[in-house]
């Protein structure tokens, strides 16, 4: 059963979904089922790079990937970054040369985040 938030991705055609609403069906695309993504967190191995860290900022929340910086090379990427405030979210779209970081303009500061990387998969705060 496919629940509100959780990200799948097709390992043939590289399609990827986040459910906007849940439902009983299997998602399929190309005749597979679609992967579901686990989201990984700070017990996991490579967090150094990878947990997203929220940080106070004027008018919002900054949200950098991993205590040391995340590679953003042509290969090895954030795709994205995402924050998550009770069932309001939103996400910030990220290429390679640019910062693994981005500003969240928000009222809430205790927000969650969570980020893809496509090499990694999807991380959360």
Not at 25 to 34: F, S
Not at 41 to 63: C, F, L, Q, R, W
Not at 65 to 74: C, L, T, Y
Request: with cysteine; hydrophobic share 30%; glycine share 10%.
């Amino acid at each position: 059963m496919a629940q509100r938030k959780q990200v799948y991705k097709c390992d043939v055609c590289g399609n990827m979904i986040e459910v906007l609403h849940g439902g009983e069906g299997d998602l399929v695309c190309c005749g597979e089922d679609m992967k579901l993504f686990e989201e990984k967190s700070a017990a996991e191995e490579g967090k150094e790079k990878h947990v997203p860290v929220i940080e106070a900022a004027d008018g919002g929340v900054t949200v950098k990937v991993g205590s040391n910086p995340h590679p953003m090379e042509e290969k090895h990427y954030i795709e994205w970054i995402e924050i998550l405030d009770g069932d309001d979210s939103c996400r910030h779209f990220l290429k390679p040369g640019q910062a693994p970081e981005t500003f969240f303009a928000t009222k809430n500061q205790k927000v969650t985040a969570r980020e893809y990387c496509n090499v990694h998969g999807l991380w959360k705060s």
